[in-house]
């Protein structure tokens, strides 16, 4: 099971998304989380690394939903590890 860490700003985020958003953003969560070990996302998620800033990667969770985060050094042997950086809609990119 990978191991997860959220940026401060992430948790105002999630804070800040209606009913519906959170639950499409949950939805889409399970689907990663079963799949970010092997890095063979399902397309939908079109998980793709963000241009404009290294190392920074986002996978999207509905039409108008987004999520950006980084793949961190191993908690435990042979899981990867996910920093959580910011979820919403596409405004999260303008600091992602």
């Known amino acids: 099971m990978p191991t997860f860490e959220t940026h401060p700003r992430f948790e105002r985020d999630v804070a800040k998304l209606t009913q519906e958003q959170y639950t499409q953003w949950k939805r889409a969560l399970k689907v990663f989380i079963e799949a970010v070990n092997t890095r063979q ?10 241009r404009s800033v290294q190392g920074v ?21 042979g899981e990867t ?16």
């Open 81 to 96: 590890h996910v920093y959580w950086r910011r979820v919403g809609t596409h405004d999260i990119f303008r600091n992602p």
């Open 57 to 77: 990667w986002e996978m999207s969770w509905a039409e108008d939903g987004r999520a950006t985060f980084e793949y961190g050094d191993e908690r435990r042997q």
């Open 41 to 50: 996302f399902p397309p939908h998620l079109r998980v793709k690394r963000v």
